[in-house]
């Protein structure tokens, strides 16, 4: 007996319907994949990469993580960016947050979460060093608000790896955009962070 039958059964339904609107999709798809983007974002259930931006399986390479977060010892991610940029030849890398965060809001809770706690400490770092400007705020206001430096924060991560600062003297056209999304609304918001060179990362460290 399989197990979780309605997801073998909500596969087929879809594999059936992408068949018959494309019928050489899947060759296609089985042949190679060349996405033009990478997408750094949370675990969180309820922001799915591919169905946010309208993209289909093949079109973008997912890399999500608790809190959208670029740690520079977490071989995970880094391997993942790495395959983006030196094979795939990736475009663009998107790093987005979202409102609501879980990952945000317990990093900013004053109990203990377990394990997770260790991998969080990040997210309270950057809470630290704009403790002053989220003060002033409301409780909901500082929890958005952070979500977006957090975003912020992981475009200056991925900017300062060696795969992006090699990719980048080597003449490799690379951009890091640094989104939120809104599970309220659905809605993307960019955050004018786009950084294509490491003079522009080092001006946008400046400004953080």
Same mark, same amino acid.
């Given at each position: 007996?399989?197990?979780?039958?309605?997801?073998?059964?909500?596969?087929?339904?879809?594999?059936?319907?992408?068949?018959?609107?494309?019928?050489?999709?899947?060759?296609?798809?089985?042949?190679?994949?060349?996405?033009?983007?990478?997408?750094?974002?949370?675990?969180?259930?309820?922001?799915?990469?591919?169905?946010?931006?309208?993209?289909?399986?093949?079109?973008?390479?997912?890399?999500?993580?608790?809190?959208?977060?670029?740690?520079?010892?977490?071989?995970?991610?880094?391997?993942?960016?790495?395959?983006?940029?030196?094979?795939?030849?990736?475009?663009?890398?998107?790093?987005?947050?979202?409102?609501?965060?879980?990952?945000?809001?317990?990093?900013?809770?004053?109990?203990?979460?377990?394990?997770?706690?260790?991998?969080?400490?990040?997210?309270?770092?950057?809470?630290?060093?704009?403790?002053?400007?989220?003060?002033?705020?409301?409780?909901?206001?500082?929890?958005?608000?952070?979500?977006?430096?957090?975003?912020?924060?992981?475009?200056?991560?991925?900017?300062?790896?060696?795969?992006?600062?090699?990719?980048?003297?080597?003449?490799?056209?690379?951009?890091?955009?640094?989104?939120?999304?809104?599970?309220?609304?659905?809605?993307?918001? &960019?955050?004018?962070?786009?950084?294509?060179?490491?003079?522009?990362? &080092?001006?946008?460290?400046?400004?953080?």
């Amino acid at each position: 007996m399989k197990a979780l039958p309605e997801l073998f059964k909500n596969n087929k339904k879809w594999a059936s319907e992408i068949w018959a609107s494309n019928p050489e999709f899947f060759s296609r798809l089985a042949a190679q994949q060349a996405p033009e983007y990478l997408w750094i974002g949370c675990s969180d259930s309820r922001v799915p990469a591919n169905e946010i931006v309208g993209l289909l399986p093949g079109e973008l390479f997912v890399h999500r993580n608790v809190g959208n977060l670029v740690i520079h010892t977490d071989m995970n991610c880094l391997s993942v960016l790495q395959y983006a940029v030196d094979m795939l030849k990736i475009k663009h890398v998107i790093v987005c947050g979202h409102y609501g965060c879980g990952g945000i809001q317990a990093a900013l809770e004053n109990k203990p979460h377990g394990l997770v706690d260790n991998w969080l400490r990040h997210i309270r770092d950057i809470h630290h060093r704009h403790r002053d400007k989220l003060s002033i705020l409301s409780k909901a206001e500082q929890m958005r608000k952070l979500c977006e430096l957090n975003a912020v924060e992981q475009v200056i991560n991925v900017g300062n790896t060696t795969i992006i600062q090699d990719a980048w003297k080597r003449g490799q056209k690379i951009a890091i955009h640094g989104w939120i999304y809104d599970i309220a609304d659905g809605l993307l918001r &960019d955050l004018s962070v786009c950084v294509t060179s490491r003079r522009e990362l &080092d001006l946008l460290q400046k400004k953080i």
